[in-house]
């Protein structure tokens, strides 16, 4: 599976940004997609994900100014509002690929370049 990543960039605080990832080549069934940012100096974190069925879940950090969607099973977006300059960070788009051929079923996990998210103050 190969993921391209757009949308980051810079922006001031309070600003908006969109970021896009678009999943291609998978084999099997796309299961949840989600978005991980690593900070400067830190761990990669958790943003958002998204299930097929497009139950969201969000750090709390998040919470109420990013909104993460699915155009369709091999798209996932999301939508950062209010942003703050602790939400500076490489942004990884994340994809969980599932074959149902086996039991248990196998699963596979992609992520795509990254992009960077700057929020000046």
């Known amino acids: 599976v190969q993921l391209q990543a757009s949308g980051g960039g810079l922006v001031q605080v309070g600003g908006s940004l969109r970021l896009s990832c678009a999943a291609s080549?998978?084999?099997?069934?796309?299961?949840?997609m989600g978005w991980y940012r690593q900070p400067p100096g830190k761990q990669r974190e958790l943003v958002a994900s998204?299930?097929?069925?497009?139950?969201p879940t969000y750090a709390d950090a998040v919470k109420g100014r990013f909104t993460i969607s699915r155009d369709n099973k091999n798209a996932v977006n999301l939508q950062m509002n209010s942003l703050k300059p602790e939400d500076t960070a490489v942004y990884f788009c994340?994809?969980?690929?599932?074959?149902?051929?086996?039991?248990?079923?196998?699963?596979?996990?992609?992520w795509g370049q990254g992009t960077q998210v700057t929020v000046s103050s």
């Open positions: 994340n994809v969980e690929e599932v074959d149902h051929s086996y039991w248990p079923v196998r699963r596979y996990e992609y």
């Open positions: 080549g998978s084999r099997f069934s796309i299961n949840g």
């Open positions: 998204i299930t097929n069925e497009g139950t």
